[in-house]
T-cell receptor, first 111, second 113 residues
Framework: DVKVTQSSRYLVKRTGEKVFLECVQDMDHENMFWYRQDPGLGLRLIYF???????EKGDIPEGYSVSREKKERFSLILESASTNQTSMYLCASTSDGNGYTFGSGTRLTVV | GENVEQHPSTLSVQEGDSAVIKCTYSDSASNYFPWYKQELGKGPQLIIDIRSNVGEKKDQRIAVTLNKTAKHFSLHITETQPEDSAVYFC????????????FGTGTRLTIIP
């Protein structure tokens, strides 16, 4: 089975901290995605990547950046965490023409 | 971009009865129609999908039906069980070349024992 592993299930960070959320997939997928999930708002796309060193903005990229130095790893970076970035963050990967495989999520709390 | 709506937003069903969730989309070029199930504390998981050259697909107790003319597709769960309780998302999109999904806002299904 394809596995998408997110490094942390729960994180608590302080306002202004730089935060790294890591995601690794083990099936050589080209495409990787970061979503955030909030009650009543569903899943919203932050950033995605179709290839190494390639990134595209999603619907809500403000306050975030990403890094994809290796095909299997896609990192989400909060440059200066704010309380409105408290959320569940979901990483996903897919190869062309197939459904997404999601990680278990990271619940980030910014205090 | 794709405009996706799901109905209902919440659904409670007696165990053993059937549940139906409908997803309406706006982009007539969409040709891949997946449904995801998200259990508490987990990421969404693909449970069934259909492509636009097929009208219906079944996998045991779950099925998906597609009406491309009306631009909607539905998830059907028969003989519901407590483990079917979850949030379900649809995510129609244009396959091959545009892998960016737009998710519906989700349907919380509760199975009443």
């Amino acid at each position: 089975d394809v596995k998408v592993t997110q490094s942390s299930r729960y994180l608590v960070k302080r306002t202004g901290e730089k935060v790294f959320l890591e995601c690794v997939q083990d099936m050589d997928h080209e495409n990787m995605f970061w979503y955030r999930q909030d009650p009543g708002l569903g899943l919203r796309l932050i950033y995605f990547s179709y290839d190494v060193k390639m990134k595209e903005k999603g619907d809500i990229p403000e306050g975030y950046s990403v890094s994809r130095e290796k095909k299997e790893r896609f990192s989400l970076i909060l440059e200066s965490a704010s309380t409105n970035q408290t959320s569940m963050y979901l990483c996903a990967s897919t190869s062309d023409g197939n459904g997404y495989t999601f990680g278990s999520g990271t619940r980030l709390t910014v205090v | 971009g794709e405009n996706v709506e799901q109905h209902p937003s919440t659904l409670s069903v007696q165990e053993g009865d059937s549940a139906v969730i409908k997803c309406t989309y706006s982009d007539s070029a969409s040709n891949y129609f997946p449904w995801y199930k998200q259990e508490l504390g987990k990421g969404p998981q693909l449970i069934i999908d259909i492509r636009s050259n097929v009208g219906e697909k079944k996998d045991q107790r779950i099925a998906v039906t597609l009406n491309k003319t009306a631009k909607h597709f539905s998830l059907h769960i028969t003989e519901t069980q407590p483990e079917d309780s979850a949030v379900y998302f649809c995510a129609p999109f244009i396959d091959f070349g545009n892998e960016k999904l737009t998710f519906g806002t989700g349907t919380r299904l509760t199975i009443i024992p």
